[in-house]
């Protein structure tokens, strides 16, 4: 583990790895759109309403995949105080904000045609809600301190706490009774959906993963390459400060 | 073939299909862009520094 | 003990202690997170008039009927168990067809009748294309409702008869 933990180490495998995975990106999003909104059935009580699940279901698993990557960094940046670690954190936290936010949007424009209002305060939209603000919110924290490890040790915290709530979103449908169906995927029976949907449901959410992992490994790379920035600023101030005149 | 007509109609509920994808392209893009412009900014900034560095040489 | 090892169990005991609380506060809040309630616990406990309810079961066969002025809908929600009549003046969503969920929102007037002023139809979770829901049903493999009695209130696809067969063009 610690053997791809570090930062040297991570900046090489991510230089060599990057060019194929946006490459898999375009292709997966190119067949996914194409099976989504050309290669795939209206449904038989949504009619064509149903090709919105495509991003709908995508991006709102990306959100809770997201949180949980956050998740599992802020406690190792915790308990093991590694700096990639933080950078994992740091960077996912707006992919994740966006994610949720699409999910949100979709989901709206799905709910107006379909149950007949764009927003209801049920457990499993207001839990979906509450995700976009401790996002919202472990990012502010981040910036809201002069001292830099603060901000990420309080951040750390905040996400911690926001952990609890991936649990009550996955079970709200089935703990309370919501406007929201219940699972179609992740069911002890097998999926509801009909494989002519359910194909391009998962090549739309491969592309979705491809694309998170690109855009988390540019944003580390990003991170680190700032922080090196920091670091070389700070030897560039000492040197002025110690030379002579 | 598909009727680009019928298919731009989407069954009647093109004003939400569309802008849901039209949504999800606006902010996938800005997350892509948003990181590549950042990571080009630091590049460039980590060049001024040696560049200085070399100057001051 | 290590620092690292300390730290570790500190996280997973707060971890645990908040689950823990969270849980606690979840339950202690189950009927307020309730977002509507069905026809058997309206029977049961009639509200008071004028209160504002969510409802929500399934839109009993054969129950909904158009009044004079061509605008208000009467119809009855069911949930297998009790069922109770409502009146709606508005303009129902895309979904709303007789045998599938729905959570409407309003109040009992003091003759004890309901005036919704809100209806939400509710989505169960089977997604198939028109042809095949049309050929399971010919060759009476349509399972209604098979493992979907997940949500107390509603009981998805129940009802022998779905309606509709889509309003794909």
């Known amino acids: ?245 | 073939m598909i009727d680009l007509g019928s298919f731009l109609a989407m069954g009647g509920y093109a004003a939400y299909v569309w802008p849901a994808y039209g949504a999800g392209v606006v902010i996938l893009a800005a997350v892509w862009f948003d990181g590549l412009r950042r990571r080009r900014a630091v590049e460039r900034a980590l060049q001024a520094v040696a560049q200085s560095r070399e100057n001051d040489a | 003990m290590k620092r690292k090892t300390l730290r570790l169990y500190l996280v997973l005991i707060s971890l645990g202690l908040l689950g823990t609380a969270t849980a606690l506060v979840l339950n202690a809040f189950d009927r307020e997170l309730v977002f509507f309630f069905s026809p058997s616990e309206i029977a049961a406990e009639q509200p008071a008039p004028g209160r504002i309810i969510r409802l929500g079961g399934l839109v009993e066969t054969g129950s909904v009927t158009k009044l004079g002025d061509g605008a208000t809908f009467s119809f009855r929600i069911t949930d297998l168990k009790a069922s109770t009549s409502i009146a709606y003046r508005g303009v129902l969503p895309d979904l709303f067809r007789e045998g599938q969920g729905v959570v409407v929102q309003g109040t009992f007037n003091e003759s004890g009748n309901f005036v919704a002023s809100e209806v939400l139809a509710k989505h169960d979770e089977n997604y198939l294309p028109p042809e095949v829901a049309k050929a399971l049903k010919a060759s009476g493999r349509w399972q209604e409702g098979a493992g979907t009695a997940a949500s107390p209130a509603i009981v998805p696809g129940a009802s022998s008869d779905t309606g509709g067969e889509g309003n794909s063009p």
């Open chain 1, 1 to 245: 583990m610690h053997r791809f933990a570090n930062p040297g180490r991570f900046l090489r495998l991510a230089n060599r790895i990057q060019p194929w995975l946006k490459a898999l990106t375009a292709l997966g999003f190119l067949l996914g759109l194409y099976l989504a909104l050309i290669g795939s059935p209206p449904d038989y009580q949504q009619g064509e309403t149903v090709r919105i699940m495509y991003i709908h279901v995508p991006s709102a698993w990306m959100a809770l995949l997201a949180y949980l990557i956050l998740g599992l960094a802020s406690a190792s940046a915790l308990i093991w105080r590694h700096p990639l670690a933080d950078i994992a954190a740091e960077a996912i936290s707006p992919i994740g904000a966006a994610f949720t936010l699409l999910a949100l949007i979709t989901g709206s424009l799905w709910g107006k045609p379909m149950w007949g209002t764009y927003w209801v305060w049920d457990a499993r939209l207001t839990s979906f809600l509450l995700l976009f603000f401790l996002y919202l919110g472990h990012m502010a924290l981040l910036g809201a301190f002069d001292d830099r490890g603060r901000g990420q040790r309080s951040a750390a915290v905040l996400a911690l706490v926001g952990l609890i709530n991936l649990p009550i979103i996955k079970y709200s449908v089935d703990w309370w009774n919501t406007l929201h169906q219940p699972a179609s995927i992740a069911r002890m029976d097998g999926p509801s959906i009909d494989p002519s949907m359910l194909w391009p449901l998962f090549t739309m959410a491969a592309a979705f993963h491809v694309f998170l992992l690109a855009v988390l490994i540019e944003r580390m790379r990003t991170l680190l390459l700032e922080a090196k920035l920091r670091n070389q600023r700070l030897a560039a101030f000492d040197r002025v400060q110690t030379e002579p005149f």
